[in-house]
Each structure stands twice: as C-alpha cells, then as structure tokens.
C-alpha cells in the first residue's frame, strides 16, 4: 500500500475515468420487456402528398447556393421541410396541414392522409414576393390578425415571413391573401433566414406576438447563385455570436411592428435553430428558449410590459461534479430542437432539447433540463437529467417532441434524427473539422467538401423514447414499428381523428414525408381541452392549465404557440389519464391572459374526454 501512495491521484484519475464511461452506458432491456414495452404502442403509415400529386416547377435535391458556399451545397441544403397541423377549415377537428416539401419548395395545405377529403390539396401562391433566392423553411396555423381564421405564416431563408390571410368560404376557391407581415427601407434588412418561429404574448397585452429567430446573418445572400464575394459562416464552434438577429414583431390593429429588446448582441446573434416558448413562473409572461448551433443555448426571463420588451439570461451553478456543457446556459453547441413539457409530474414546465447525439459523434448528449426549487430569488433552477433518465443519445436530432401517445400519464419522448442521406460517409472530415482551429471556421474554403451523395448519419431511425417502471427512457422505434431510416426535420402532433389519442406527422428532407396514424388501444382515458377566448372566440395561445390526478401526481401543459424548429403540434391541450374512471371529476386550474391583458386564474372539473373550453365562460363536451 506503501508504495502506491505515489500513484493516488494518478489511480483516482483513472477510477473516475473507468466510473463515468460506466455510468454513459445506456441502459438495456430485454428483447421481452421491450416488446412489453412496445405492446400498448399501434401507428398506421399513412404517405404525405408526393410531388406528381400537385403543380410543380420541378423537382430538386439540393438547392442552388451562393458560389462561395457550393463545395458544401448538400450542407446548406440540410433544413426546409416542415410540418404544421390544426383545424385550417374549422371543422372542429384538427385534421388539415400545412406541409413544405423542399424538394419542390411547394407550400401546401390539405386533409390529413386517411380522413375525409373536405377540400383538394392546395398549393399558397406567394406571388412575386417570392423569387429564386428564397426557400421557405417552415409555418404556422394560427390568428394572425383576430378574426377568428386560422392563417398561415411562412417563414423563409432570403426574406423576411409572409402572412397568407385567411378569407371566408371554401378553401380551394377562397384564396389565402399573401402579405408582407414587416417590411424594411433597406432591402438587405428585408433578407432573413428564419430557422424557427413561435406565437405568443410576449410583452403582456393580451394580443399573441412573434418571435422569429434568424441562423445565417441578417442581409446575407446565401442563396443567391449570382451573388459575388464571401459568405460568412459561423466564428467559433462553441461561442458563434455573428447569426442572424432574434427578431419580436408586437401585435397591433395596423398589423405587426418590430420592437427591440434589451437582449445582448451575443444572445441576439446566436445561430438559432429551433426556439419555444412558455411561462416558467407562474406570472403568464411566456420565457423562451433558443436552442442554438454552435453556442450555448439561452432561456430568457421575461419581464416585459406593453409595448417594452425585457428579458433576462437565466444561467445555471456549476458545482465540481458537474460538466459545464451541462449547466443551463453553458453548453458547448448543437440545440437543434426545443419542447417544455411536465415530466416529473410536478406541475412545472421541463424542457427537452434535441442535439447532435450520435454514436461516436462529437461526444455530446440530448439535454433534459428538469425542474427543481426555485431559488430564494424566485428565479426558475434546472438540473440536466438526461443521463438520469436514459434519454442523452439517439442520433443527430432535430425536432424533439414529448407527448403521451397511449394515454398512461407518462410522457413519451419522439425526436427527428439524421443529417445528409448519401453513400460516402463524411464523418472522419466533420471530425476534422470539429477538433480544428476556430479561426478557420467562417470561411466555407476552409470546410469540407459536403455534397449529394455524402452522408453524415443519414440511415438512423428516428427516436421513440418510452419511460418504463424503472423511471427510465428506453428507445423502443424498432419494436413500434418506426424502425426505417429517415433523414427527418419537423413534427407535428394532433388528435387528428378526435378519437382522443394523439397522432403525428414526420417532415423529412429530400425523400418522401409520412403522417402516422395512432391506432393504439383504447384501454387508457385522456382529457382534451380545447381554449378559446373573447367574444370571437380566438384560440388561447399561452393558456397554462394544470391537472391534478386522483394520486396526487400534477401536470402542466400549455397551448402551444409553435415551439421547436419545423413541426408546429395543434394548439388543442392533452392529458393521458391512465386508468382512471370514465365519470371521474377532475379538478384543473386555468391561467390566461384576456385580450386587455388581464391575467385570470380559475378552477374547473372536467369529466375524461374532449371539452371545448371557453375561457370565463360555461364548459362544452362530450
């Protein structure tokens, strides 16, 4: 013993080393209590219009760039398919989309595959403000100027997003008005590259704002194939602060105007791929979070009054056990997609956030930031649970979604993954460049050559993570029948059917898009609450309600204003109930925000099944 006592630091070291790969092994399941798993879990695939379903100018798998960005085209052709669903013909159901395909870049909206044709597939027509340069990147059901319509707001790499308002009368005869939602005297001001938008009262009026969150610089001309010079790209891989700018458009009768923050360049100019909002504190001012490539991730605490905006940056501790990549606000790179939900059934918002998490990758992990205590300064404290609960790796993520999709009472966790679909693995070189100087990273020549037919993660399934007795998240895709690989970007979730399980829509990028339809068994109940508020009854984006089950468990869930990166879920609210009776009196608290920007808190008792709420008002179900 004598003789190592030389040697202690060097064996602690080693101890550590060996105890932590230990503890980032994932857990495993059995081939049977996966099937167990797996066993509550049907979804029908079900395909998403196909371009020679619809007019098109032809059909494309790469995008045409700016000559300086060419040896990396198949790169900066990674996003554009995108995902909305909700009730566009107010049927009552949230059975219609909105889809982008870019390989066509068409925008359309349509019934849901396996439900009645109510309408033909349409296409939004943008006119001539829309050009070559230009490719939308996503959309929006929701009331853009409170008539009671559900619109459509498309947001693009190139310009700034369009309004397509929504008229009265059928869908297919009435046109979608499009309409410039800001515009600018500079036109380079007016070239955006929108990566992630969400709706949401942010100054407290009582009027539902927009965030838009912008990736390449504000006036770039990334994908102009005629531009000359150099386009610039990211400054660092883990402190990029030269994106484009988070921009807060505030509702009013004249139609939206840009506000300024008092945000900092380096959270203003992160390179912002998916972003969503909630209200962390009780207050129903919503927080949001960005999730940010190569930077930290921020969450703003909003403190804002009508008409002022002001946020600020909530960080998290570092203590000696804890990396830094794993404090709130500290970590290195790769948010690609953001979801608040309740996980630990305290009646507080969590928050899942999808990252590059592949195997042999660069080594990071899918973050879950679980609520804890709030400080003594009320501030909201989160610890970084993903490695607890089994959900730090999957693939390279994108959209990430927490829902429950069988009605248990516990959350499952589904995310998009893959990169570049093509035949030469392009790993080795985006490892290169990884471990590089930064100094080289702003200048594409200095990147690897990524083009089509170079693959980065392009054969994985996405993710369907499910939580088993053990408080465990296990990945169970496979034995639920979602094994094919795909190349995914957006989804979207509704009870499309009514039938009050939740469905979802897959956006994937150059191949074709599927909508699964969830034909689990109905043994479990859920509750469904449908918010709406003021005398045009306008759907309450923002309304927090909170169950409290018969053991005592809580739940929070909102009506979502479009969180993530390309899939925006219907704004309809779900709690799967597990095994508790039909005739069940369950009590919910309601929060919102009424159109003068009076905040109002009420008790309910909702029955199991679909309520059709109108806020202040008397209560409509089934």
């Known amino acids: 013993m004598q003789n190592l006592k030389p040697h202690a630091a060097r064996i602690l070291a080693v101890l550590l080393v060996v105890l932590t790969w230990v503890a980032a092994q994932p857990n495993r399941l059995s081939a049977t209590a996966k099937a ?78 396996g439900t009645k044709e109510r309408y033909p597939l349409t296409t939004l027509n943008s006119g001539k403000l829309v050009d070559a340069t230009m490719a939308p990147m996503g959309a929006l059901i929701c009331d853009l100027n409170e008539d009671g319509l559900q619109d459509i707001l498309v947001y693009y790499w190139g310009r700034t997003p369009i309004a397509f308002l929504r008229q009265k009368g059928d869908i297919a005869k009435t046109a979608f008005v499009p309409k410039e939602i800001i515009t600018a005297t500079n036109a380079d001001e007016n070239r955006w590259f929108s990566c992630a938008v969400t709706q949401a009262d942010f100054d407290g009026d009582g009027h539902k704002d927009l965030l838009v969150c912008n990736y390449f610089k504000d006036g770039s001309r990334i994908l102009d194939a005629k531009a000359k010079g150099q386009e610039e790209l990211h400054d660092s891989k883990s402190k990029s602060y030269n994106g484009g700018l988070k921009h807060f458009l505030l509702w009013s009768k004249g139609g939206y105007k840009e506000v300024k923050s008092n945000l900092a360049d380096d959270v203003l100019r992160g390179w912002t791929v998916a972003a969503a909002s909630a209200d962390i504190n009780g207050d129903l001012l919503p927080e949001v979070y960005l999730a940010n490539d190569l930077g930290p991730d921020r969450l703003l605490l ?206 994937n990028q150059w191949e074709p898009s599927y909508f699964y339809r969830n034909d689990s068994n109905d043994r479990n109940k859920s509750l469904s609450l449908h918010l709406i508020e003021g005398s045009k009854n306008l759907t309450a984006v923002g309304a927090v309600a909170k169950l409290h089950y018969p053991d005592g468990r809580e739940a929070v869930a909102q ?46 008792n909702f029955e199991p099944g679909y309520h059709l709420v109108h806020l202040g008002s008397e209560v409509k179900g089934n």
């Open 302 to 507: 909003n403190q804002s009054k009508p008409g002022t905006l002001n946020f600020s940056v909530i960080e998290g501790k570092r203590d000696m056990m804890t990396p830094a990549s794993s404090v709130l606000g500290r970590d290195s790179y790769k948010g690609m997609g953001v979801d608040f939900a309740d996980v630990n059934n305290d009646g507080k918002f969590d928050i899942y956030v999808s990252n590059i998490a592949a195997e042999y990758g660069f080594m990071e992990s899918h973050f879950l930031w679980l609520s804890k205590p709030q400080g003594k300064d009320q501030t909201p404290q989160y610890k970084q649970a993903s490695e607890d609960l089994n959900l730090s790796r999957s693939g390279w993520g994108w959209d990430a979604r927490l829902a429950d999709f069988n009605n248990d009472g516990k959350l499952e966790a589904l995310q998009a993954t893959g990169f570049l679909k093509g035949k030469t693995n392009r790993w080795p070189e985006l490892q290169a460049l990884g471990t590089g100087n930064d100094q080289m990273m702003h200048d594409a020549r200095n990147w690897p050559s990524f083009k089509p037919g170079d693959d980065i993660n392009g054969h994985e399934p996405n993710a369907f993570f499910v939580r088993a007795q053990d408080g465990r998240y296990y990945n169970i895709t496979k034995e639920v029948g979602l094994a094919e690989p795909m190349v995914s970007r957006g989804i979207a979730i509704a009870d499309v059917d009514g039938d009050g399980d939740l469905d979802f829509a897959v956006a």
């Open 559 to 604: 009506v979502d204003g479009g969180s993530g990166h390309s899939g925006k879920r219907s704004s309809e609210i779900h709690f799967g109930l597990g095994d508790v009776p039909a005739t069940a009196s369950l009590p919910v608290d309601l929060l919102w925000r009424d159109s003068q920007g009076k905040v109002h808190e009420e008790k309910r």
């Open 36 to 113: 167990d798993l797996a066993s509550g879990f049907k979804f029908t695939k079900l395909p998403m219009p196909e371009p020679s379903e619809y007019p098109n100018s032809g059909v494309k798998i790469v995008r045409q760039v700016h000559p300086s960005l060419k040896r990396i085209s198949a790169w900066i052709s990674a996003t554009g398919s995108s995902i909305a669903l909700g009730d566009i013909d107010g049927d009552g159901l949230d059975n219609d989309y909105c889809f982008i395909d870019p390989r066509t870049d068409a925008i359309l909206l349509g019934c849901v595959p």
